[in-house]
């Protein structure tokens, strides 16, 4: 509920419940994620149609990409001054399996003006422990009958047009079948 301009200042409160992610998929044509469960989505979009400004939580009871699935993700998403800053939390049972936390600068604006982002700094830091490999590898399209489990850390820095990665990542019993191969 509120103001959501293509011009002047915004306020809107955002609360959606229970979005089924494989209609998200079908939007975004990509419904060979095999994508289900429900996302919730609370927040507040403030500042101009040309610099938005949004803060918000998501919760997502149960996610699965291609019949692999977690039990509960969690977490917050801010939007200012052409950074997304999230910090978001994924648990298999009882137990943390994976966290992404930090900065990506990303241009949005609801007046549709871009900016150019390419040269600011990436501060992004991924985090697993037994995380499902089904799940890291969904938006590979021709990987099928993916098994194991990715474990270690990744920090991410550098510019969006030059990307710094470093560190660890482990698959433990990794498999998996090449479709198009049918390997």
């Known amino acids: 509920a509120g103001i959501l301009p293509r011009r002047g200042s915004a306020d809107f409160a955002l ?11 079908r939007v975004a044509q990509r419904e060979d994620l095999g994508l289900a469960g429900t996302i919730d989505v609370s927040g507040r979009l403030q500042g101009t149609a040309a610099a938005p400004r949004f803060a918000g939580e998501v919760h997502a009871p149960g996610l699965e990409a291609r019949n692999r699935a977690l039990d509960r993700v969690e977490g917050t998403v801010r939007y200012a001054d052409l950074d997304l800053d999230v910090g978001l939390d994924a ?3 009882e137990t943390p399996v994976f966290r992404v936390d930090g900065r990506w600068p990303f241009s949005w604006s609801l007046d ?3 900016r150019d982002v ?6 992004l830091s991924l985090r ?5 490999a089904g ?3 969904a938006v590979l399209e021709d990987l099928e009958d993916t098994r194991g489990a990715v474990s270690g850390v990744l920090e991410v820095g550098g510019t969006t047009s030059a990307l710094r990665p470093e ?6 019993d990794g498999a998996w079948t090449v479709g198009a191969l049918g390997a």
């Open 91 to 93: 648990w298999s049972g």
């Open 135 to 137: 799940l890291v590898l």
């Open 167 to 172: 560190g660890r990542v482990r698959l433990e």
């Open 112 to 114: 549709g003006s871009r």
């Open 118 to 123: 390419s040269d600011r700094e990436v501060a």
């Open 128 to 132: 697993a422990d037994s995380l499902p």
């Open 15 to 25: 609360d959606v419940r229970g979005l089924a992610l494989h209609r998200l998929a």
